[in-house]
C-alpha cells in the first residue's frame, strides 16, 4: 500500500478561541497531536466540538490562537491551502461526478498526472471496497458506500491529518459497527493523524487513541479511553462517560483518599477523584456497578426494569425519592424492595454543589 | 377463445369502469382540475389554434400559407427576426452573467431579503415608467449626460435613448430582478458543503466555481436563460417608447402589430405571432438539449 502520510511531527493547537457574536463557541483550546494519532472530540452537541473541526480545516477563521504544524503556523491559510483531509457528516459528495471523479478531484486539483490519478483512485477504491460501483454516481449507491467513499476522498492526497465530523450518525447501528471498525483500519493503514468528532462515547472509546471531552466550548478532560473510562475528572465528565446516577451525598469521615459518606438514610464508601471537596459531595456511578446485593446499603423499591439479554437494567427509587440507575442479574418487578450496593472502588467523588 | 374471470364483477358497467379509471389514477381528486384545464383551455389553446387557423386564412386570399411566404420574400419583415435575436439573446446572456456572481455573493450575506426587494423593485414599476425614467436620466439633457459633460469626460451628449442602446439597457433594467431572483434560487439549492468539500480537497475559488457549482446549476441557468429569453423576445414597448421603432429596433413584435392593428391584416398579424412562437420555441429547445448534456439530479451532497 503506497498511500501513507506526508511526515510531520505534530500538530499543535495554541489557546485556540473561537466567538460567535459575543459568545465564546470555543476557549483555550490547547492540544499537542502527534503524528498518526486517532484523537476523539467528544462532547454533547453544541458543545463546540465541530467548531473546532471547521476551524483546523480553516473553514471558519479563529478568533484569538493560533494552530502549527511543527514549526509552520497554518491558522491564517485558507482551506485550500492546508492541504487536509475532511470527511463531512453529511459526506458532501459532488452529485454529477462518478465515484471516481469525486475521488480523483484532490489529485485532479493538484495536477498530478493522468495515469497517476487513474492508479491511486483504484488503489483508494481498493482500500474501501467500491471498485464494482466505481462509475457509479454518488445518488446511485447507499448511505455507507458513499460514507466510504468520503472517506477514500479524503485520504487520497494522503494529507497529514484528516478530520471527520461524526461521519457515522446517518448510519444505521449495525452499519456504524462495521464502519467503525473501517475508519480505524484504514487510520492505520495510512499513518496520518485523525480528528474525529463524536457526540457517542462508545465510538470514542473504541476508536481513539486519546479522547478530548468538550463542554460548553472548554476541554473539560483529555486522556486515554481507559482513563476517561475509569477515572473521569470531572462529574460532567462522569455523567457524559456513562456514570448515569449522580447523587448528591454529604462526606463524613476520610481516609487515604477513601470516604464515608451519608446518602439520605444509607451509608456509601467511595474514593476521592477531585481535590478539595468539601462537605457537600457527588458520587458517580455507573448503573451495571450498583447491583442489589445482601448487605447493601441502599433501600429501594424498583420503578421500571428492563430485560437486556444477559441481565436486567433498572430505575430504582429510595424512600428519600432519589432515583438510581442499577442492574440486576436476576428478574426485578416494579414495586420490588432491593437493597443496593457498589464496591467502593467503583463509587467516585466530586466536589458538590452541582450535579 | 373463452376467458374466465377470477372474480366476476358484482355489477358490470357504471362500476367497474370507476374502478378502472382509479386504477388509471383517476378519482374525483382529479375533477379540481376542472377550472385550471378550463382555464388553459379558453385563454390559451384556444386562442393559439385560434391564431393559426386565422393565420392559414389570408385575407388577400392567395392560398393558405400566403403570408407565411409573404413574410419571408420581404426582407424588411424577415428581418424583424434577426433584429429581435439580436436583441434578445444578448439581454437574456447578460442578464444571467450579472446574476450569477451576485447571486453566489447574495448567498452569503444576511440582509439577503432587503437587497432582493430593492433588486425586484424594478420589475414592479413595469415597463412604462422605467422607459419614462431613462428618457429622463439618459436623455442628451439627462443627468447621466450632463454629469460627463460637466467632468469633461465627453463633449457631445452620449446617445442612448431612441435606440439599440435604450432598448437594451430598458431590458436589462426590467429582465435582470427576474433572472436574479430565478438564479438566486437555484444557487441557494447547493448544499454549501459542496463548495468546503472542493475547498478541502484543494480546489481555489476559480476551481470551485468551474467544478462544482456551474455543473450543478446549468441544468437551472438553461431553464432561466428560456424564461428570460421568451420575454426579451417578445419585447414590445421599451422598443417603441426608448428605441427606434422603425429602424434598428423594429422587432417582431412590432411587425406583428403593425400588420394586425395599423393594416388591419389580422391574418397576417396572427402568421407573423405564429412565426414568432415557433421561433421561441425552437431557441428553448435548443437550450434544453444542450442542458440535457449536463447533470440534472439534486445539488444536495449526499443523505442527511
Keep these: 500500500m503506497t498511500i501513507s502520510a506526508k511526515n510531520f511531527r505534530e500538530l499543535r493547537l495554541d489557546h485556540m478561541r473561537r466567538d460567535f457574536g459575543g459568545m465564546n463557541a470555543l476557549r483555550d483550546i490547547t492540544l499537542t497531536i502527534k503524528r498518526g494519532e486517532f484523537i476523539a472530540l467528544l462532547g454533547p452537541s453544541g458543545c463546540g466540538k465541530s467548531t473546532a473541526l471547521n476551524c483546523l480545516a480553516g473553514l471558519l477563521p479563529l478568533s484569538g490562537g493560533s494552530i502549527w504544524l511543527d514549526d509552520q503556523r497554518i491558522d491564517d491559510l485558507k482551506p485550500e491551502e492546508r492541504g487536509f483531509g475532511m470527511v463531512f457528516q453529511n459526506y458532501a459528495l459532488f452529485p454529477h461526478m462518478s465515484l471516481r471523479k469525486n475521488i480523483g478531484f484532490g489529485l485532479k486539483m493538484q495536477k498530478r498526472p493522468q495515469n497517476v490519478i487513474d492508479a491511486r483512485v483504484e488503489e483508494a477504491l481498493a482500500l474501501v471496497r467500491l471498485t464494482k460501483q466505481a462509475d457509479k454516481l454518488p445518488g446511485q ?21 484528516v478530520l471527520m465530523d ?28 485523525t480528528i474525529y468528532v463524536t457526540h457517542d462515547q462508545d465510538e470514542a472509546l473504541s476508536l481513539a487513541d486519546r479522547i478530548v471531552v468538550l463542554r460548553d466550548g472548554q476541554m473539560r478532560q483529555v486522556g486515554t479511553p481507559h482513563e476517561l473510562y475509569a477515572r473521569p475528572a470531572h462529574a460532567d465528565v462522569a455523567e457524559f462517560m456513562g456514570y448515569r446516577n449522580l447523587l448528591k451525598a454529604e462526606a463524613e469521615t476520610e481516609q487515604n483518599g477513601r470516604l464515608t459518606m ?69 428478574s426485578v418487578k416494579p414495586g420490588e424492595r432491593l437493597c443496593l450496593g457498589a464496591p467502593a472502588e467503583r463509587v467516585l467523588v466530586y466536589a458538590g454543589a452541582a450535579a | 377463445m373463452e376467458t374466465i374471470p377470477l372474480t366476476a364483477p358484482a355489477t358490470p358497467g357504471r362500476e367497474s369502469l370507476k374502478r378502472r379509471l382509479e386504477r388509471a389514477g383517476f378519482d374525483t381528486t382529479t375533477l379540481l382540475l376542472a377550472p385550471a384545464l378550463l382555464f388553459v383551455l379558453a385563454l390559451f389553446i384556444y386562442p393559439a389554434l385560434y391564431g393559426v387557423w386565422l393565420s392559414l386564412h ?17 426582407p424588411y419583415v424577415y428581418g424583424t427576426i434577426f433584429t429581435t435575436l439580436e436583441l434578445a439573446v444578448p439581454v437574456t446572456l447578460v442578464n444571467l452573467a450579472l446574476s450569477v456572481p451576485i447571486a453566489l455573493r447574495v448567498r452569503r450575506m ?56 435604450g432598448v437594451f439597457l430598458s431590458q436589462i433594467v426590467s429582465g435582470f430582478p427576474f433572472c436574479f431572483m430565478l438564479v438566486l434560487s437555484y444557487v441557494t439549492g447547493i448544499d454549501p458543503s459542496l463548495e468546503n468539500a472542493a475547498a478541502m480537497l484543494g480546489a481555489r475559488a476559480a476551481q470551485r466555481f468551474r467544478h462544482i457549482i456551474l455543473p450543478l446549476l ?32 423594429r422587432v417582431i413584435a412590432i411587425a ?44 444536495g451532497g449526499g443523505k442527511g
Design chain 2, 218 to 249: 446549468a441544468a437551472g441557468l438553461a431553464i432561466t436563460f428560456c424564461l428570460a429569453f421568451v420575454q426579451a423576445f417578445s419585447v414590445f414597448p421599451s422598443a417603441v417608447l426608448v428605441g427606434a421603432p422603425s429602424g434598428p429596433t
Design chain 1, 262 to 330: 451519608r446518602l439520605g438514610a444509607a451509608r456509601l464508601d467511595g474514593f476521592a477523584i477531585e481535590p478539595g471537596h468539601g462537605r457537600e459531595v457527588i458520587a458517580a456511578l455507573r448503573p451495571e456497578d450498583l447491583t442489589p446485593v445482601n448487605d447493601g446499603p441502599i433501600k429501594a423499591a424498583v420503578v421500571s426494569a428492563e430485560y437486556r439479554g444477559r441481565d436486567f437494567y433498572g430505575l430504582a427509587r429510595t424512600e428519600d425519592g432519589l432515583d438510581l440507575w442499577f442492574r440486576s442479574d436476576l
Design chain 2, 58 to 74: 389570408p385575407m388577400n386570399g392567395g392560398g393558405w400559407l400566403a403570408n407565411y411566404t409573404a413574410f419571408f420574400s420581404d
Design chain 1, 141 to 161: 449507491i447507499s448511505g455507507g458506500q458513499q460514507q466510504r467513499v468520503a472517506i477514500a476522498r479524503a485520504i487520497v492526497v494522503e494529507p497529514p491529518l
Design chain 2, 110 to 165: 444576511r440582509h439577503q431579503r432587503l437587497l432582493t426587494t430593492l433588486l425586484v423593485i424594478p420589475v414592479t414599476l413595469g415597463t412604462v415608467l422605467t422607459a419614462q425614467g431613462m428618457l429622463n436620466y439618459f436623455g442628451p439633457l439627462g443627468w447621466f449626460n450632463r454629469v460627463l459633460m460637466s467632468l469633461h469626460l465627453i463633449h457631445m451628449p452620449v446617445r442612448l435613448v431612441h435606440n439599440f442602446t
Design chain 1, 166 to 193: 461524526e461521519p457515522l450518525s446517518n448510519l444505521d447501528a449495525k452499519l456504524r459497527l462495521e464502519m467503525r471498525a473501517e475508519i480505524r483500519r484504514i487510520h492505520n493503514m495510512i499513518g496520518c493523524s
Design chain 2, 256 to 299: 406583428a402589430f403593425h400588420a394586425a392593428y395599423e393594416e388591419y391584416d389580422y391574418s397576417m398579424g396572427s402568421a407573423i405571432a405564429v412565426i414568432m412562437g415557433v421561433i421561441q420555441i425552437i431557441v428553448v429547445a435548443l437550450v434544453m438539449w444542450l442542458s440535457s448534456l449536463f447533470y440534472r439530479g439534486p445539488a
